[in-house]
């Protein structure tokens, strides 16, 4: 089980959650302007399914015991590949849209420790995206 770079993103989401900034419609802007087929995936989702889909990635991103064996992010990959026809690409453009919006909001209080951790823990998370 990886943990890599879960406390410095804790620390960058408890200075969001400081200032109030709610990050969805930054993050889908930018998400669908990565990757413009998963806007056409993504149109059954309203509002409060993205907003779900977000906070669900937030918990991802922070809690290292949401992967493993037999865990739910795998059953989860599974699940949108198959359902859905979401690819491993789209994975990794929807974290880099996140992380984008985060360090635009934070400014100067993101920082290169916390760029550098949110780079070890999301290619942890690809690993796990690539074995599923």
């Known amino acids: 089980m990886h943990t890599r770079g879960c406390t410095e993103i ?7 959650a ?10 889908y802007r930018r998400f669908f302007h990565l990757c413009p087929e998963a806007q056409g995936l993504m ?3 309203d509002e409060p399914m ?3 889909m977000l906070e669900q990635t ?3 991103l922070m809690d290292a015991e949401l992967q493993g064996p037999g865990n739910y992010f795998r059953w989860e990959i ?14 990794l453009l929807f974290f880099q849209a996140l992380e984008q919006a985060i360090a ?18 999301v290619e942890d998370l690809m690993q796990e995206v690539v074995g599923a």
């Open 10 to 16: 804790y620390e960058a989401f408890e200075l969001l």
């Open 18 to 27: 400081a200032k109030d900034i709610d990050l969805q419609q930054e993050t």
């Open 43 to 45: 149109g059954h989702s």
């Open 50 to 52: 993205r907003g779900r």
């Open 58 to 60: 937030y918990e991802l």
């Open 78 to 91: 599974r699940n949108h590949v198959s359902a859905y026809g979401v690819t491993e690409p789209m994975y």
């Open 104 to 121: 635009q909001a934070l400014g100067q209080a993101w920082t290169r420790r916390m760029a550098t951790a949110w780079q070890q823990r």
